[in-house]
């Protein structure tokens, strides 16, 4: 949390060195792994996550044996199922494509909100509840990364952009009150307000009222904090999208950033979603920024093509990164 990763590294090998089985440290160095890139040893410390005593309710699913190999899967019926946020549920998905053309038989848990969206871009049954089903292997979705590419530095790229229903489109071409003289950007400021980190990641929507010089901003989240409805009482420019009663789903949701030019956004479902449609997308992140970030630089790791990652330089200070952003607002 302070971005003190080589101290953090030290003292966490020094707890499991006296006690093996201290799944906290295991999964803390887990974390540190997988932001430098060490998949071989980090996906394997990562499913200490499930001997978390915080964590256990997570772990769906055990009476079916856990799919530990991929011999003879050919004709087994095997479940993947989503364990984390949506936008975990997004990013791994890729892995799901992967199973699917080793095993014609899977098939994929997802939240309800993904479920209609999902469904139309695998290969396979996709569902919002496994229900009694009988299976012959589980695996939870972000353990697929070690069972089926476990190599260091490296992950599978996404080979299927996932594409929001045509209709949609049109629907909220006309639903949305697009501008025609400036670009269109939809933003997500922050999420969850019960999610431990968002302290972290949230910014303010007062930094973003310079953009409005030269972009329309449509806010793509659910909640706000109460900072912010007040900013936007009396902001008739800045359209939130929270409480539009034509947004169901993540079919909507996808149909709306497809109508964006450009998506700006802390790290959420959002920059996800962006991520996976190939929307050119700019992403605010704090430091320290998930593991799956890495605290490299602007272009690494590069799960989506078309993101561009502006990083804090400092704990806590979003100006440099505000106005990056806005030169990059600019350039488009």
């Known amino acids: 949390d302070e971005a003190e990763f080589e101290n953090a590294k030290d003292n966490f090998n020094k707890a499991i060195s006296i006690n093996p089985n201290d799944y906290e440290s295991i999964h803390g160095l887990s974390l540190l792994q997988l932001s430098e890139l060490d998949f071989k040893n980090g996906w394997g410390n990562y499913e200490s996550r499930f001997l978390l005593s915080t964590e256990k309710s997570r772990l769906r699913h055990e009476h079916i044996p856990r799919l530990k190999s991929l011999e003879n899967i050919a004709d087994k019926k095997i479940l993947v199922w989503h364990e984390q946020g949506i936008g975990d549920t997004i990013q791994f998905s890729r892995y799901v494509h992967r199973l699917v053309s080793l095993s014609l038989k899977i098939t994929f848990e997802v939240q309800a909100e993904l479920k209609s969206f999902m469904d139309r871009q695998f290969n ?42 045509i209709n949609k489109i049109y629907e909220w071409k006309s639903n949305l009150p697009l501008s025609k003289e400036k670009i269109n950007i939809g933003i997500s400021i922050s999420g969850n307000p019960n999610h431990a980190k968002d302290y972290r990641r949230r910014i303010g929507i007062k930094n973003f009222l310079e953009f409005k010089k030269y972009a329309k901003l449509f806010i793509i989240q659910r909640e706000l904090y109460k900072e912010d409805e007040a900013i936007l009482k009396n902001d008739e420019e800045i359209i939130y999208l929270g409480k539009h009663d034509k947004w169901k789903d993540f079919e909507d949701t996808s149909a709306i950033v497809y109508n964006m030019n450009l998506i700006v956004s802390i790290d959420t479902s959002l920059i996800h979603l962006a991520g996976s449609m190939n929307k050119r997308s700019i992403l605010l992140l704090s430091k320290p920024a998930d593991w799956r970030w890495t605290e490299d630089n602007n272009t690494t790791p590069n799960w989506y093509n078309s993101i561009k990652i502006l990083r804090q330089k400092n704990v806590g200070s979003w100006d440099t990164v505000i106005k990056e952003a806005q030169e990059e607002v600019k350039k488009y």
Not at 126 to 149: C, K
């Open 124 to 165: 396979c049954i996709v569902t919002e509840n496994a229900g009694s089903e009988a299976y012959d292997f589980q695996i939870p979705l972000l353990s697929l990364p070690s069972l089926l590419d476990a190599s260091d530095k490296s992950f599978f790229k996404i080979n299927n952009f996932l594409e929001p229903n």
